[in-house]
């Protein structure tokens, strides 16, 4: 995962993490696939590299 020192798009962290494409992450995120601390996402939503995103 990329080191931030700040917050960032939800999808973008998932591409530059080198998982999938930002495109495929927005569709992981819309179909419920994707959690952050515990929580499904939301599209949108910003996280720091202290967040557990799976």
Do not use: F, W
């Not at 080191?3 to 999808?11: A, P, S, T």
């Not at 930002?22 to 499904?40: D, F, S, T």
């Amino acid at each position: 995962m990329p080191h931030l020192n700040m917050d960032i798009v939800l999808q973008k962290y998932i591409a530059d993490s080198g998982y999938c494409s930002r495109r495929q992450a927005e569709e992981l995120i819309r179909v419920k696939e994707v959690k952050v601390n515990g929580k499904i996402a939301e599209l949108g939503q910003r996280v720091t590299d202290r967040d557990i995103v799976l």
